[in-house]
């Protein structure tokens, strides 16, 4: 609506209002409807994306994995004593029992230092917080522990100026860094001075000890300490050849190496973890002898990856089904502000869910992509086992659809696997499945990365269509259908101008009328006025 001042029936007593609005009415349904397409393809934009991101997701994740013959390679292990260690298999473990013997648990390098005097005094106060005073007037004292607040030249003056060497490692990999006490520096600034050298420091309060330790095991991994003075670690306790009048001792234990024999083969490592031929080893604790190790194809894993494709696309072909096959909303046009005000929050939402859940109804594309779902999973595959090859179907594994009759609507195209005690339609069939995985694992693998594989080139191709309207990973032209919303909104632009200068020409024609009735009607008092009436 355009900023024209407008007259209405001032003089002639008509409403002008109504009539204009009569007379633009056809312009104003035409920015309506222009509106009202736009928003629905909005709509169809949004319902096409979130059906391709769960294509997508099928295709980039479960297909993408399952396509190679090693996502069937599951193993499990089990040991005797899971309380020395712990196995977990990879693809390449080979399936057997082994011995593993632990002999030795790698350990950290750990130096506790002596208990530090408590040679810090303070003064003593009442319970006002007073300094109390003795009979000879002087204050009075007490000594008490050390904080990590206080200062490193509290416990000794000597000290400042004194350096600290931490060598971590050992031979060429051995690493020095010194650490300099200055006259302010606190206990916890060395601590962390002292940890940034490739340590793990820290000062107890509770037992005033300091701490430190091989931030990892290993004996590659250990450390040692020196002081530039030759009482410098004495004085703060970490000597370990120093004699400390208190009657405590610091105390340094070796970092060392774990030890395993697997198989009558030893191994050795700076952690307790070992990789070994497709076994993940953890050692936590040492053997009084053998323990056995006994690996095995996992096939309860594999028949659950199977089982959680066969899910996955269910869902998503049942809602491509039930998108392609949904009711008419033809009778539901799209309501107006007026007719919202009218209706509940709930009526509106009902209203215009029914109109966004047929918006891909009977549409061409996705019965395309539907269709070539469908039919690759129907295909046949032909496989070679042991030189022998064979054309195998998903009905061969016990996979199949209901029939017409037992099957829900928009369900048709769902695979039911024969003994999933899960599925109520099949649960109680001969699972094949397992079967075929028990007997044949390796002919059952083939099968269903040829499938998975054929179902990723169909996906694949279907997202490289005509690269014109449809943008990479899309299975639908939304390039066609950005430039559509693109070209309503000029549409519209033009609409909404044409009905604003449409409404402007016929309020200028009211308002020239009601200015001819005015001064009619002013002529028309002067001349009553002369005449004296």
């Given at each position: ?21 009569q007379?633009v ?31 997508y ?12 013959a ?7 292990t ?19 029992t ?34 109390v ?61 002292l940890?940034?050298a490739g340590?793990?420091a820290?000062f ?26 030759s ?55 040492t053997?009084?002898g ?17 089982k959680?494709f ?92 209901l ?30 499945l ?27 191709d ?72």
């Amino acid at each position: 609506m355009s900023d024209l001042m407008r007259m209405t029936g001032m003089y002639s007593g008509m409403d002008t209002e109504s009539i204009i609005a009569q007379l633009v009415s056809v312009k104003q349904k035409k920015v309506t409807d222009l509106k009202n397409d736009q928003k629905k393809l909005e709509w169809k934009q949004t319902a096409w994306q979130d059906l391709n991101s769960k294509i997508y997701n099928l295709y980039s994740k479960t297909l993408s994995n399952m396509r190679l013959a090693s996502s069937y390679k599951k193993k499990t292990t089990t040991c005797s004593d899971a309380t020395k260690a712990t196995v977990v298999a990879g693809d390449s473990a080979v399936n057997g029992t082994q011995s593993l013997q632990v002999n030795k648990i790698a350990k950290a390098g750990y130096l506790t230092g002596a208990e530090l005097d408590p040679v810090k005094t303070e003064y003593v106060r009442d319970e006002n917080g007073k300094v109390v005073y003795d009979d000879n007037g002087k204050p009075k004292t007490k000594k008490v522990d050390w904080k990590v607040t206080d200062k490193i030249s509290e416990i000794d003056k000597s000290l400042i100026g004194q350096k600290i060497s931490v060598t971590v490692g050992t031979g060429d990999k051995a690493k020095t860094t010194e650490v300099e006490i200055t006259d302010d520096m606190s206990i916890s600034t060395l601590t962390r001075k002292l940890s940034e050298a490739g340590v793990n420091a820290s000062f107890d309060e509770n037992n005033q000890r300091f701490f430190i330790t091989s931030a990892s095991t290993g004996v590659e991994n250990d450390f040692t300490i020196k002081g530039s003075g030759s009482k410098t670690l004495e004085k703060l306790g970490l000597d370990v050849n120093a004699t400390y009048s208190n009657g405590s001792q610091a105390t340094k234990t070796a970092a060392e190496d774990s030890e395993i024999i697997l198989n009558g083969a030893k191994f050795t490592s700076s952690s307790n973890a070992y990789s070994i031929n497709g076994l993940t080893i953890n050692a936590t604790g040492t053997t009084d002898g053998e323990i056995t190790i006994v690996t095995s194809t996992d096939y309860n894993g594999v028949y659950d990856t199977i089982k959680d494709f066969i899910s996955e696309y269910n869902e998503l072909i049942n809602e491509m089904d039930k998108l392609y096959n949904a009711d008419s909303a033809r009778k539901y046009g799209m309501l107006s502000d007026e007719e919202k005000d009218a209706m509940s929050d709930e009526e509106v939402e009902k209203w215009e869910g029914t109109i966004k859940g047929a918006l891909l109804r009977k549409d061409s594309t996705l019965s395309s992509i539907m269709n070539s779902m469908v039919n690759t999973m129907m295909k046949g595959y032909e496989i070679e086992v042991n030189g022998e090859k064979k054309t195998k179907y998903l009905f061969d594994y016990g996979i199949k659809t209901l029939s017409y009759f037992d099957a829900k609507d928009n369900e048709h195209h769902a695979y039911h696997i024969d003994g999933d005690t899960d599925d109520e339609a099949t649960g109680t069939k001969e699972d094949k499945l397992k079967a075929a995985l028990a007997s044949n694992p390796e002919e059952t693998a083939e099968f269903f990365a040829a499938l998975c594989k054929g179902l990723y080139t169909t996906i694949n191709d279907a997202m490289n269509t005509d690269k014109r309207y449809s943008s990479v990973y899309k299975v639908y032209n939304d390039k066609q259908m950005k430039t559509e919303y693109e070209s309503y909104t000029k549409k519209i632009k033009q609409a909404e101008k044409a009905l604003s200068e449409y409404e402007d020409k016929w309020y200028k024609k009211f308002s020239a009328m009601e200015v001819a009735l005015s001064k009619l009607q002013s002529n028309t008092n002067a001349v009553t006025s002369m005449l004296g009436m």
